[in-house]
């Protein structure tokens, strides 16, 4: 199985979900989405995940961000499950879960790690843009809750250093400093490109306010 990296196309797949039938390439559309799996049903740690994700929902639309969750289970255990997401984290799941009783989509984007477990899927997170490329992927074990305010913020920094010339620092978040990309050295380039200034720690290490959106 090949193993997937960072550039590469999202492997497109059809999958029954709890809202129907998927073609992933075509949920997707033109927008970015955040593909992350979850070991079972009816479990605890998932359950807080998949209710918190459901939370964020309206941040992830406001970024064009599809949210997707995928497990080994069948259809009608996501439906009941969802059941008790709504009523333990007071909220209300409208994303599909995918039901991959097949293993189809953990065998495509290599979910199922038969170290930790040969049946459940890891938690991994793809996000992926609109041009079907993957940027980024994360893998966590089981018994670890993901952090989704760090993976809306990953995002941020993706959307923002695709549309200009920075990259950000350690622990940015939307609307503070960041880096000025280190190739320009161009003095009218970059007086074009920041015109709110910058400060220079080094000549490789350049701060300038965040770029307006």
Same mark, same amino acid.
């Given at each position: 199985?090949?193993?997937l990296?960072?550039?590469?196309?999202?492997?497109?797949?059809? @999958?029954?979900?709890?809202?129907?039938?998927?073609k992933?390439?075509?949920?997707?559309?033109?927008?970015?989405?955040?593909?992350?799996?979850?070991?079972?049903?009816?479990?605890?740690?998932?359950?807080?995940?998949?209710?918190?994700t459901?939370?964020? %929902?309206?941040?992830?639309?406001?970024r064009?961000?599809?949210?997707?969750?995928?497990?080994?289970?069948?259809?009608?255990?996501?439906?009941?499950?969802?059941?008790?997401?709504?009523?333990? @984290?007071?909220?209300?799941? @409208?994303?599909?879960?995918?039901?991959?009783?097949?293993?189809?989509?953990?065998?495509?984007?290599?979910?199922?790690?038969?170290n930790?477990?040969?049946?459940?899927?890891?938690? %991994?997170v793809f996000?992926?843009?609109?041009?079907?490329?993957?940027?980024?992927?994360?893998?966590?074990?089981?018994?670890?809750?993901?952090?989704?305010?760090?993976i809306?913020?990953?995002?941020?920094?993706?959307?923002?250093?695709?549309?200009?010339?920075?990259?950000?620092?350690?622990?940015?978040?939307?609307?503070e400093?960041?880096?000025?990309?280190?190739?320009?050295k161009?003095?009218?380039?970059?007086?074009?490109?920041?015109?709110?200034?910058?400060?220079?720690?080094r000549?490789?290490?350049?701060?300038?306010? @965040?770029?307006?959106?």
């Amino acid at each position: 199985m090949a193993t997937l990296r960072l550039g590469d196309t999202a492997p497109d797949f059809e @999958q029954e979900s709890s809202l129907g039938k998927i073609k992933f390439h075509e949920f997707l559309g033109n927008g970015w989405g955040v593909l992350f799996s979850h070991p079972a049903d009816f479990t605890p740690v998932c359950t807080t995940e998949l209710g918190y994700t459901a939370i964020l %929902s309206g941040e992830f639309a406001k970024r064009g961000a599809k949210v997707i969750a995928v497990s080994v289970d069948g259809k009608q255990s996501h439906l009941d499950w969802i059941k008790d997401i709504n009523d333990t @984290q007071k909220t209300d799941v @409208q994303y599909p879960i995918l039901a991959d009783e097949d293993r189809k989509v953990a065998t495509l984007y290599d979910m199922i790690h038969p170290n930790a477990s040969t049946t459940a899927t890891v938690r %991994s997170v793809f996000i992926i843009d609109p041009n079907k490329k993957i940027r980024l992927i994360l893998t966590y074990p089981a018994s670890t809750g993901r952090n989704f305010d760090e993976i809306l913020r990953a995002l941020d920094s993706i959307q923002l250093t695709d549309n200009y010339s920075v990259a950000t620092p350690v622990n940015w978040k939307q609307g503070e400093d960041v880096i000025i990309a280190p190739s320009i050295k161009d003095p009218a380039v970059l007086k074009e490109k920041f015109p709110k200034g910058y400060t220079e720690v080094r000549p490789y290490l350049r701060i300038t306010p @965040q770029p307006d959106l």
